[in-house]
């Protein structure tokens, strides 16, 4: 029941559960593998704060890590119900598949810190409505 909802939720906010696919969660852990740093795990949790800031970007037509109301990603991801001690975001528009996001966040300074932060633990992606990407990335406390 539980897979219905989250399945149905994806659905009406027309965004895709990418990290649901493993192989974001390999891509992701080969680039810090690189870096000899320790896998991270998916988290449904992650997924939906991504997938709330995706769907809000692609709906309100901006691209931030500023939410529409001002929310910073720390603020999005404690209104998610997320404990954390540690957490960052990546945000990316327009790649047309999974490869072409993570090889773009790769090449980019900023965004590699973020995914191959040695305090990171968890990570939720999520692909918006007009190929608006975001992923979070987090430690609970």
Request: glycine share 8%.
């Given at each position: 029941?539980?897979?219905?909802?989250?399945?149905?939720?994806?659905?009406?906010?027309?965004?895709?559960?990418?990290?649901?696919?493993?192989?974001?969660?390999?891509?992701?852990?080969?680039?810090?593998?690189?870096?000899?740093?320790?896998?991270?795990?998916?988290?449904?949790?992650?997924?939906?704060?991504?997938?709330?800031?995706?769907?809000?970007?692609?709906?309100q037509?901006?691209?931030?890590?500023?939410?529409?109301?001002?929310?910073?990603?720390?603020?999005?991801?404690?209104?998610?119900?997320?404990?954390?001690?540690?957490?960052?975001?990546?945000?990316?528009?327009?790649?047309?598949?999974?490869?072409?996001?993570?090889?773009?966040?790769?090449?980019?300074?900023?965004?590699?810190?973020n995914?191959?932060?040695?305090?990171?633990?968890?990570?939720?992606?999520a692909?918006?409505?007009?190929?608006?990407?975001?992923?979070?990335?987090?430690?609970?406390?």
């Amino acid at each position: 029941m539980r897979y219905l909802l989250i399945g149905l939720l994806i659905s009406f906010c027309n965004v895709s559960p990418v990290s649901a696919d493993p192989a974001a969660t390999q891509i992701i852990n080969e680039i810090r593998k690189d870096k000899r740093r320790k896998p991270i795990r998916y988290s449904p949790q992650l997924e939906a704060v991504a997938a709330a800031h995706a769907n809000d970007m692609a709906s309100q037509g901006y691209f931030s890590h500023t939410g529409a109301n001002g929310s910073s990603i720390g603020d999005r991801t404690t209104a998610q119900g997320y404990k954390w001690c540690f957490v960052a975001e990546n945000i990316a528009r327009g790649q047309q598949s999974l490869e072409e996001v993570m090889a773009g966040w790769k090449a980019s300074k900023g965004h590699y810190k973020n995914m191959t932060h040695k305090k990171a633990g968890e990570f939720g992606l999520a692909r918006g409505p007009d190929n608006y990407w975001v992923m979070v990335l987090a430690a609970p406390c």
